[in-house]
C-alpha cells in the first residue's frame, strides 16, 4: 500500500515554505521557518501554543476556532523533527534556484526573493485557499512576528524545539 502525506513531499514543503516566505517583508530564522511550516501543514496544533503570547492575543480566537486534525500524531515534537530532512532538502532547492538568500552578517536570516517567484507559482496561490485563510494569516502575520527566543518566546511556548539554552 502507497501511502501519502504532504509532510513527507519535498516539492509541497517547497510551495509551504514559498507561501510563508513570500507573504513576509523580513527575513526569518532558520528554526523558526521551520516551526511556521510545521503550523502551516498542522495548523491544529496552534491551540497548544501555552501561554499565548500577549503580543497577539488578537489571534486568540483564530487559534481556538481551528478545528481538530482527523490524524492522531501521538507525539508532535518527534514528528516535528522527523520533518527537518524534507524542510532542509526544500531550503536547499529554494536556494539551488536562487529563491532563497542566506544574510550571514544577520544571524543567518534567510530572505525570499519575492521577485523572482514564477508567474505559475503565483497563479497556483491565488487557488489556494489555506493562504486566504485566518489561521494562515496568524502563522505569517502573528506567529512570525512575535518574540522567538527566552522564557517568553514561541520557542519554548510552541515545544518543539529546546529553549533553555538561549542567551
Known sequence: MILYHPAKDVYHCVYRMMAIMSNLDHGLQYDKLRVLDFYFLFPHFIKEIK????????YKSVASSVS???????????????????????????????????????????????DLLPSRIKEIREFDEFVDAEVFDLIVRGLASTDWEGA??????????????DE
Not at 501561554?51 to 488578537?58: A, S, T
Open 51 to 58: 501561554p499565548w503570547p500577549n503580543d497577539i492575543r488578537g
Open 68 to 114: 481538530d486534525s482527523f490524524e492522531k500524531v501521538s507525539n508532535k515534537r518527534r514528528l516535528f523533527f522527523e520533518m527537518m530532512p524534507v524542510q532542509n532538502m526544500a531550503l536547499a532547492i529554494m536556494k539551488s534556484k536562487g529563491f532563497l538568500k542566506v544574510n550571514g552578517s544577520e544571524g543567518g536570516l534567510l530572505y525570499f526573493q519575492k
Open 152 to 165: 517568553s518566546g514561541l520557542k519554548r511556548r510552541s515545544g518543539l524545539l529546546e529553549y533553555k539554552y
